[in-house]
């Protein structure tokens, strides 16, 4: 079965600096991997997917199929940035979308 | 365009009574998917209607069942309500072909507490 897993529950950085938010899953096939990001008070949006290979808002990810990971990252965070953070995976052809725990960035001034 | 919208915003129930969700999905889309997130947790995947028809189901019990209606509204019932169903619950609506895969836009949800 496939499975997200975010590893950091809490992550807080400074503005300027880089930032990176980990996702693994486990899945044997061809998975299609997502961001998505929830800002305070605003609903669940997509942030970006692995076959768009775009960057958006300054994040890029890239799929790692041999460290099975989707991380996120962007060179140099804003305040604005600070949000839940949700990895999610979508078998090949599938409707089962699979989320991970999240990850709440902070990006302090 | 219209965006993906839900009633009621909140709503408590007690143990052993029925409930009923609606989503209205935004403008032009035919499908919907409904995920229920519990507190501290990433939404999981309860089902999903296309074109009026379930079409994907996770591992929710059959307690949970939806409707899609002929404008692509769709409800979700959850009967003999348990402590465990307290949850916010989320509806995305996306336009989907036979293959599937698109971008879902979701809902702002439907916070259910089980007393």
């Known amino acids: 079965a496939q499975r997200v897993t975010q590893p950091e529950k809490l992550l807080s950085v400074f503005k300027g600096a880089p930032v990176e938010l980990k996702c693994n899953y486990s899945y044997s096939g061809s998975p299609e991997l997502f961001w998505y990001v929830q800002y305070s008070r605003q609903r669940l949006q997509l942030l970006l997917r692995h076959i768009s290979r775009e960057s958006i808002k300054g994040f890029t990810a890239d799929l790692n199929k041999g460290e099975t990971s989707f991380h996120l990252k962007k060179p140099f965070a804003q305040e604005e940035d600070s949000a839940m953070y949700y990895c999610?995976?979508?078998?090949?052809?599938?409707?089962?979308?699979?989320f991970g725990a999240g990850t709440r960035l902070t990006v302090k001034p | 365009e219209t965006g993906v919208t839900q009633s009621p915003t909140h709503l408590i129930k007690t143990r052993g009574q029925q409930v009923t969700l609606r989503c209205s999905s935004q403008?032009?889309?035919?499908?919907v998917s409904w995920y229920q997130q519990a507190l501290g947790q990433g939404p999981q995947f309860i089902f999903q209607?296309?074109?009026?028809?379930?079409?994907g189901r996770g591992n929710f019990p059959p307690r949970f069942s939806g409707l899609q209606f002929p404008n692509y509204s769709s409800e979700l019932n959850v009967n003999a309500l348990e402590l465990d169903d307290s949850a916010l619950y989320l509806c995305?609506?996306?336009?989907?072909?036979?293959?599937?895969?698109?971008?879902?836009?979701f809902g702002p949800g439907t916070r259910l507490l089980v007393l």
């Open positions: 999610a995976l979508r078998r090949n052809g599938n409707n089962d979308m699979r």
């Open positions: 403008s032009g889309h035919n499908t």
């Open positions: 209607y296309y074109r009026e028809e379930e079409n």
């Open positions: 995305a609506s996306s336009l989907e072909s036979v293959g599937g895969g698109e971008t879902q836009y």
